[in-house]
């Protein structure tokens, strides 16, 4: 498998692959044409510096993704942060250790730009999530609040 | 209290802010003159677009700070979400509702930008805390997970 960063012209693919889930097909309008909000999000995240999506490829087919944001602050003496947001992997790919080595390329990137900390949040629900964040050296250390603004549970 | 971005002339007494409590004190360096990285890491903080520090003032001194970070995302249709870090009140104001306007004004700048999400991440020991963002709505559906690229425990 390879792993390059997004590019506008994978979009549609992207779509396809988060509407391939029980939940992600409600919340995702997998169409065609694509609905605009999609390109529109994706501008914003190529404008905003140090957000990136990853992509893993296999036989030229999108089969995996997730989103790196490196995230400047102030504490910890300026340390900055690396957040993992929207972690999928294709369905029928699954227990071939693609989200694995995603993470772990994430994982590269994010001290390459030296950060001090990897994050992200996962549902409670999702036992099999957890132990495989552990296994990657995550600990559950804190709670993951969510405060939705559109009556939608995360 | 007003509340306002913060701006490069405030990293000194935000860094006092950073300091001026028991896990702060062991992690922060409140020398003076001020260590480079902390100006550094604001200077790259006012390059990411979405990204801010938001202050409490009161008689023209800081007594309360978070960092606010709008990232935008493909999944949920291209929905953006806020997400706060480095949530701190001034020692002598606690109790004195810093935090909680400080997290309002920090919701309605979220909604404003058109976030569908607010998160955050709060240790599991601080159970204080946890109250304090339900009362405001928050709900602690995930597990906050870290991986510390330092040695340093979050």
Redesign the interface.
Known sequence: MDIRKAKQED?RE??RL?ADDEL?SK???NEDPL?E??L???K??E?????D?LLGIEDKEIIGCL?L?I???????????A?I??VRVKQNVRGKKVGEALLKEA?AH??LEG??????????QRIDA?RF??R???????????????G???
Do not use: W
């Open positions: 979009v992207i779509v988060l992600g919340r995702e309008r609905p909000t999609y529109e999000a994706f914003q995240i404008a905003q510096r140090g957000n999506i989103q944001t995230i400047p602050g102030l504490s910890r003496q300026g340390m900055k942060r957040q947001e929207g994982i994010a001290k950060c001090g900390l990897v994050q992200l949040t996962t549902d409670k957890h964040y552990e990657l050296g995550f600990l559950a250390s804190h709670e993951g609040m969510k405060l939705s603004l559109e939608i549970k995360e």
